[in-house]
């Protein structure tokens, strides 16, 4: 079982800057894609950015160019920077570990999630 740990989560005002981070427990950490998705309030969970198990990543569209995913496989984490923050990214954020995802955007993909924490961006 592979288990994760968001933190950095909090309220900030629209145009600010937070990065959160995932901490896994596993031994192959290198061996895992890992992804992040968040769920609005009243919406389903949707796809925000995926880093493959070297340093190939995807974004959704609505982050592209304002939030940049990395990994730290030393620290068996992975990171999230969100720049330029707007009210409509509020919502619950989850990290997510796969082996070798064919779809990465695909949140069917991940079996393992961690608990989530808010990101809250008034205006």
């Known amino acids: 079982q592979v288990q994760l740990v968001e933190s950095g989560g909090g309220l900030v005002q629209a145009g600010g800057s937070l990065r959160l981070s995932c901490k896994a427990s596993v031994r192959t950490f290198n061996t895992y894609a890992l992804g992040w998705f968040r769920q609005p309030p009243g919406k389903e969970r949707e796809f925000i950015a995926a880093i493959k198990n070297g340093v190939s990543t995807t974004y959704a569209e609505s982050v592209k160019g304002r939030f940049t995913i990395s990994r730290d496989n030393a620290k068996n984490t992975a990171y999230l920077q969100m720049n330029s923050l707007k009210p409509e990214d509020t919502a619950v954020y989850y990290c997510?570990?796969?082996?070798?995802?064919?779809?990465?955007?695909?949140?069917?993909?991940?079996?393992?999630w961690g608990q989530g924490t808010q990101v809250t961006v008034s205006s």
């Open positions: 997510a570990a796969a082996r070798n995802p064919l779809f990465v955007r695909n949140q069917q993909m991940y079996n393992y």
